[in-house]
Structure formats: structure tokens, C-alpha cells
């Protein structure tokens, strides 16, 4: 097939540092390219790919400090995947919604994937108004605030199973990777490493709009404790120094998480994550398995307490049968095959919906 994939502009892909959405788009390229697809990447000019690179922005827009009103990269990036549409079978957009009012004149099969939470009072304005955009959703659980948009499926996502390598001996330490914001509660890891008593490595991103919160906050949660040590943001052989040794990920989350991507990356250093049982985690987490789900801060205490209990080398096991990048290209082939098919079928007047994929069927 001949695949564009469409990235955000804000990170390269793969990106240097932070950036979910956009190494999630670089693992699924990466893939597809490897199973033969002839796939065009619409990106950043600093993204580093096997596919055919069509630079949208010099660079990624965080690292480049770029502060103009961010409508005209996207802008920039959709004229130029409208000038050559006819290259391809299926577009599949990882981005907005700038481009839905295309959606009846677009000359090619398309879809996208949905990558941040949905529960936003306007959303459910938008899909009711765009009601027959291909959507495809990253947990179940992320559709919950939209159930009636058009959902094609859940594709939850992959990692190589090359990229991290399973460390059977932990060291004596916990950690937590994400952002500093109110969402991710990084001030529920404190004080769980600080009841159990354990070292808390912490690799973390501060956006200017959460700066605030980590100087009121957080600082003085870490200023003066020896068992916090603030690290930043790390790569992904940082990541697998970091998480690959620690006893246990703690993922204290707040919000209604869309997935979750650092909980796979912990699993496959084969290290098991304390989750609160919020959006997605009782999805990717498997309580007694490849981690624990908890409400409390208490409950997370007794979690870390029994962490040994879980075999690491399960943890990685779940790790390749459920959350494999090949597992997740397959996903998206089935889809893009679906949207192709009907796209050549002119008498649709509406795109027949599928069964939600179950992420399990290529389970052995």
C-alpha cells in the first residue's frame, strides 16, 4: 500500500526527548515500512525516518522555540499533502481537526487516530457536526466522553520489541516519567517512594504552562528530600537505564489517561507499573501480571510492599504478546484495507463501521 502517515509538528519523529504521539508515529512507520508498504511521512525536517520525509517545518516546533500562531505549520503541512494526494491509497492523520471539512472532498481513503483525551465539553459538538469522520481510538476507554462518533476501532499502541531489553534484577528504586503538571501527579510518587522509603528517580518535562504549578507545587516536595532526584527529560537509552532498574513505574494519574505509552515502555524492561485506575491503565495493566491498579495512596504503599511478588519475566512476556509494534501494524493494515474498500465502493453513501479490533486475536 502506498501510506502517507501525519504527524504533529511540535516533536520530530522520532522525538529528541518528550513526545508521545509523535514516537508512536515513528514506530508504526518504521513497521510498515519494514512489512513493504510504500509510506511518505509528513513531519518535521529533523525527523530521522526509513520512509519518504516530506518536511512540512524546518524543525520541530518545541526545540525550535517556535511561538507564531500555530494554525500556519499545520496549514502549511495539509497544502502539501492536498497537492499530491493522488500518490496515495490511504492518508492516515495522527494530528487535529483542521482538516475535517475535507472530508467529502478528500480523493483518497483516509482515517485518523485519535491520541489525546476526548472529554473536552466540545467535543462532543464536533463529532456530532462531523459525523462521519474515520476515527480510530487508542483504548476503549478513551471514547467514553464520544461514544456515538465513528469509531473504526481500537488500535492500542506498539513498541519494536528490539528497542528495550528486559532487566531481570532491579535495583532498589522507583520510578516516574512524564510530565510535571497537575494531571500526572508526580506529588502521589512522592509521597509513595517517601512512605515505603525508597529512592525516587524522577524524568520528567516542565512546559511553560506548568511551571507555576512545579514551583508551588512540586519544589519544595523535592528541595531538601535525599530521596527524590530530579533527572529531566531523558531519551530512550535513558529510558532503559531508568526504568529498565527500577523495582516498579508508578503511574499516579489524575486524569482519564487516552493509554499510557511509558506504562508499555516500563513492561518491556520487564518492570511492572503501580497504576491508579484511571482511563486506560485497567487496560494495559493486569493486575497479579504486568503490574497493579490502585486507588489510594495507601493502596499503592502495599503495592510496592508485595512488588516482588510479580515474576519480571512475565511482565515482558505480556509485554511482547499484547503491545509488539507488529501487532500494531497489523491492526492499522486491517484498517487501512477497510478504508481503501470502501472508498472504491462510490455507492457508499455512509463507511460501514467495524467491530472494535480486539488487540488480543493475535495472542498465541
Known sequence: MRIAQISPLYESVPPQRYGGTERVVHYLTEELVRRGHDVTLFASGDSQTSAVLEPCV???LRLAGYAGDPLVPELIQLDRLAGQLERFDVVHFHTGHLHYPLLHRLPVAWLNTMHGPLNAADKAALFGHFERVPLVSI???QRTPVPNAHWLGTVYHGLPLEL???VAEPQEYLAFIGRVSPEKRLDRAIAIATAVGLPLKVAAKIDSVDRSYYESAIA????????????GEVDDAGKQELLGHALALLFPIDWPEPFGLVMIEANACSTPVIAWRNGSTPEVVRPGCNGELVESIEAAVAAVRRIDRLQRSAVRADFEQRFSAARQAADYERLYLHQIQARSDLSLRRLPLLDPIDPLRYAA
Open 220 to 231: 519544595p516536595l523535592i528541595q531538601g528530600n535525599p530521596l527524590v532526584e530530579f533527572i
Open 164 to 166: 528495550y531489553q528486559p
Open 58 to 60: 524546518p524543525e520541530a
Open 139 to 141: 483504548s476503549d476507554a
